[in-house]
């Protein structure tokens, strides 16, 4: 309201200056015409006496001329007329509020006398100070009204819309830029609010935008962090699965012919055969690592070559007959939905396959209650990782994705476990029910077919792994 009280100020004083010049010389003009009315009126007057006294003096002589003076009746009390000779006239003593005008009398060209007319100037004294009262009111009066007029008009075209701008500009500076100013004014103001509004839009998209790189650029490091550490242990895992393969084949067929030695005891059969179990998992873990191993680096060159059209529907059909039994176990349905032309991906069936069945496994565990587990088929247009690269762009311009989903009605991912599902050997599940390597091995073979897998999760409702694999064979080259 500072602007809008200088305005204010600055229109009061400017109309008061303005309104009392013009009242000073308003007054100085009536002034002016007053004494040159006065002064006029007894040039008239002086005229006029001066005639007919000096003819009354030439044809009846001084005395009658005299009495003609004194007969003169002035219209106003504040004028007076009187004769006076040479003598008085010098001895008159000149008085300021009287106006006076002598008129010389000759006869013969001989001054006889004077006629004396004066004039009080009171009234014209009066008259200046009605007028300049009336001036000064007159002056208040426009003054006041012009300030209250200035008061109404800058509040409300001024001195508010200026707050509201002010307002919006800390506001801006604190960092909210969503609620739009409103200011209907068809001027500079309003041209203001518009394109700080405008501003402001601009700065949600640019902060938007720059809160969406920033997201990606730190998933893309974490992502690059995660895949270092899958790398390193992709390798110490190698090294560990060719180690232990050579003796637990060794031990497992020492442990089968001890098992199948009729000549042993029973107990000791018994006790060799609980031996080969455990090493036949022993070996599957081994299998598992290697497995780990191979998807963090180069592909074997067997399934790389052996890419082609995976049929995703019959992938789904065969992994779900697989776990049918384990499933009907639970009191679970695997239920297939998918689009009417299913997409075909360049994959390894094989290896695809394999994630399937990963993601049906923990699914199928993670649903402790009956209900069913449903795998969903279809094509995804969607932005990929930032480290996916490149994209693959379908006829519309968008990344288009072929997408493989399985949804269950389990407990959940914890929000503090689930960054940390695709690291090797972790596992939320019991001992003894899973070594924490399956999420990790369909990570690194959906990643080495260009894709990437996706997780939505939320407790006591379910989780949903959601695989996309790119429909461009130039992706795999």
Known sequence: MKLARKLILSMVISVTVVLAANAYYRVRRELDAFEQDMEQDHAVLAQVLGRAVSAVWATNGRDAALQLVAQVRSPSEMLHVRWVDAETLKRRVKVKDLLFTDVPISIGGVVM???????????????????????????????????????????????????????????????????????????????????????????????????????????????????????????????????????????????????????????????????????????????????FARGRGTVAPGPQQRRGPANLLAIAQRSAGMLQPLAVKRLLAIDIVHAENPPEPPANAEQIQQVLVNLLVNAIHASERPGKVTVSIGVAETRPPADVTPPVFSETGQPQYAIISVKDEGIGIAPEVLPRIFEPFFTTKHVGEGTGLGLSVAYGIVREHGGWIEVASERNKGSCFSVYLPLDFAVLV
């Open 113 to 291: 006398g004077f006629v004396e007319i004066s004039e009080s100037r009171k009234f014209e004294h009066a008259y200046t100070r009605s007028t300049l009262i009336h001036s000064i009111v007159l002056t208040l009066i426009a003054a006041a009204t012009a300030g209250i007029l200035s008061t109404v008009l800058g509040v409300w075209f001024v001195g508010r819309p200026i707050e509201q701008l002010v307002d919006k500009a800390r506001r801006i500076g604190a960092g909210d830029v969503g609620s739009p100013l409103v200011i209907r004014q068809r001027d500079e103001i309003g041209e203001l609010a518009t394109e700080m509004n405008a501003m402001c839009l601009r700065l949600a998209e640019t902060r938007y935008a720059l809160n969406a790189e920033t997201e990606e650029r730190l998933r893309a490091v974490e992502q690059l962090r995660h895949a270092d550490r899958l790398a390193t242990v992709g390798k110490l895992a190698s090294g560990i699965a060719h180690e232990l393969g050579t003796p637990l084949g060794v031990a497992l067929m020492r442990a089968n012919m001890i098992a199948s030695n009729e000549s042993v005891v029973r107990d000791v059969r018994d006790a060799a055969r609980i031996v080969g179990e455990q090493i036949d998992r022993i070996t599957g873990i081994v299998r598992q690592l290697l497995d």
